[in-house]
């Protein structure tokens, strides 16, 4: 078979095979992620040629691991965001001997999906330079809304860049989403009014396309203009679509579901969700209550944040049970181009909430951050 | 802590632990599935009683795995979809000690999401009784719609029960939707006129909502009733928004991007698909190109067709890499109560689909079924 003049992505996966299965693994594998058939039962020659998935390499990596290299016809996702996972991984992820580790796509994938809205330097914009960002959350689900206000007004006394709804937050009877958010947005708009601080606050959204569209517009009735999203629970095209309808319109990404190991963490956050528009990318940091290692959380503040497609930067946000005695550390670990979040490491202080979230800011601007991973490469 | 008055969702996690690290994982569990934040932060009563996970139980179950029964309050889920697998596992699936291994509904979960249009009874109802069913897949993608309609016309006169869109057909430039859907929809019409039998054509959805909703519309103005859908692609709300507002219509599931084998087929496709209304449900069959035991699949099978909760049945959907000469194996797993679906291993036969396919269906009504895994139980 041809290489063929067809635009193809390049996905990478990582197989547990050995030497004598692993080229029948790669071919199944281009099939599977392609016309899904034996092709001994195709005789369409354009099929064959421009649509069956090709195996472009195979690397020993040792340990019984190989990397393979497949190019995938761009034609067949439809430069539509659930098609893109759907020929990215699909079938293939329900076979347990391979991790999509990473992928290569070509220029009209990236002008098709166009990444972040405002980015890293929309979202830095009107902060100090040279600093890392700040992240508060809003917790347990279960409180009243007045009690959530407080909650939010009491940090946003402190001056953190941003403060999230907890990902629990959804539309429940305790906090429905239409009481709960304009009543913590004016609360942080009051805050801000009388501090002078520029803390934003971003709530999370859920339901369905049609649930967080008014979810949008209402926020967005309160003056906000950042959004928290769970792409594997909304789904890619759910985000994707709320992404492009709202042009200045920020958005995080939850990592919540995103367990499946088998996409390679620094590939799922750094990269796709970069590419359908996460400004700002949250994950569970190393040595928290996750398993990730430092090697990976670096990699995945790498992929959002160096140059890649032409796409804007996504901010990396390590949390997941960050404390403040770790705030050097990570500042040493990501440079500036960082959201440091904390959430109920904050909520422990109870009554002291602002003081110790103003001491978590104080700490984070009085912090010289060194050039961070992104810097390392040039893409 | 008591066990509280709140109405309860029991989440049944397979946590691998030691008998000294068991006990706080499980609370640990319990904790980032509700409040996700030190219970030392809380100091509101009710949050702590009514919103908290609550371990029921931990039990050995030997080799290093523990069943851990934590009881997640129903009005953190909003009795929303998308919402319902967040807390059930959202954030726990990044921690790979872990695996959601089922769940254990009270009735208003039930009565709120309320499972299948139709199910089993409503696929089977114009069938001969105490015979599998049958299923044929259009592919590969890539092909002109001419052609695809030219292959189900084919397939359709074997008077299979049912033909689906491979999941890899979306709406691609090759076939769009709105072209492929009606073409191949009058192809099984006119050979059902002409042959008296009653195949029925599922186009495979694909992109967000609106787009999902505008495709099911396509397909009813073409007599269509039955659509397959990806639920881990589309995400639960979507899924769960079309099956409620098409209550007529039939849902087929299909299983791309479930590879987390960190959720328990036998849950996963048996009890969550259904509960949110899949009638059908496609997953990968022992003995094909995919790794599920025969076990697993008959698990899978038993949920999906067992009582449970009031909800109609599932229809399982064996599928991935099933041939002709399985048939009788198949039949003899799952009983009458099932879908067979063969899909290259038909199209293989190239100029003789036709009859490759009628022997397929006629090898089926000649089979006598017995009683179903559904059957070994009553819930």
Redesign the interface.
Same mark, same amino acid.
């Given at each position: 078979m041809g290489l063929g003049m067809t635009s193809r992505i390049t996905a990478i996966y990582h197989v547990t095979a050995t030497a004598a299965t692993i080229e029948s693994r790669a071919q199944?594998i281009a099939v599977?992620q /392609? @016309?899904?058939?034996?092709l001994?039962? *195709?005789?369409?020659p354009? @099929?064959l040629e421009?649509? @069956?998935g090709q195996v472009q390499s195979i690397t020993d990596l040792g340990q019984g691991v190989y990397e393979v290299r497949i190019g995938l016809?761009v034609?067949?996702? =439809?430069l539509?965001a =659930?098609?893109l996972?759907?020929?990215l991984?699909?079938?293939? /992820?329900?076979?347990?001997d391979t991790v999509l580790w990473d992928a290569e796509f070509p220029e009209e994938v990236f002008a098709a999906f166009k990444g972040p809205n405002v980015g890293l330097e929309g979202l830095r914009a009107d902060k100090a330079p040279g600093r890392a960002m700040t992240c508060g959350?809003l917790?347990?689900?279960? &409180?009243p809304v007045a009690?959530l206000a407080d909650l939010a007004r009491r940090f946003a006394d402190a001056g953190p860049d941003f403060i999230k709804d907890?990902? =629990?937050h959804?539309?429940?009877?305790?906090s429905p989403y239409a009481e709960r958010v304009p009543a913590i947005a004016r609360a942080v708009r009051e805050s801000n009014a009388r501090t002078g601080f520029k803390t934003r606050y971003l709530p999370s959204l859920?339901?369905? &396309?049609?649930?967080m569209r008014a979810q949008i517009r209402l926020g967005q009735a309160e003056g906000l203009d950042t959004f928290m999203i769970?792409p594997m *629970?909304?789904?890619? /095209?759910?985000f994707?679509?709320l992404v492009r309808e709202n042009p200045t319109t920020a958005f995080f990404s939850h990592?919540?579901?995103?367990?499946? /190991?088998?996409i390679a963490p620094a590939f799922l956050h750094g990269k796709l969700f970069r590419l359908l528009g996460a400004d700002a990318v949250i994950y569970?940091n190393h040595g928290g209550?996750?398993?990730f290692t430092r090697e990976t959380c670096r990699a995945i503040a790498r992929n959002a944040t160096k140059p890649w497609g032409g796409l804007k930067g996504a901010v990396p946000v390590p949390a997941?049970g960050m404390t403040q005695d770790r705030v050097p550390e990570m500042v040493e670990c990501y440079g500036a181009d960082v959201i440091l979040l904390i =959430?109920?490491?904050l &909520? &422990?202080?109870?009554e002291r909430l602002t003081e110790e979230t103003r001491a978590f800011v104080e700490a984070v601007a009085a912090l010289p951050a060194p050039p961070g991973p992104g810097a390392e490469e040039v893409a």
């Open positions: 199944g599977e /392609s @016309v899904e058939m034996p001994a039962a *195709i005789d369409d354009r @099929v421009e649509i @069956v016809a034609e067949t996702t =439809g539509e =659930g098609q996972i759907n020929m991984y699909g079938n293939t /992820s329900i076979q347990d959350a917790k347990p689900q279960g &409180l009690r907890d990902h =629990g959804a539309d429940q009877a305790f859920n339901g369905n &396309l049609d649930q769970a *629970i909304a789904g890619f /095209s759910t994707h679509t990592p919540t579901m995103t367990g499946a /190991s088998r569970t209550r996750f398993g997941g =959430g109920g490491g &909520l &422990l202080a109870r």
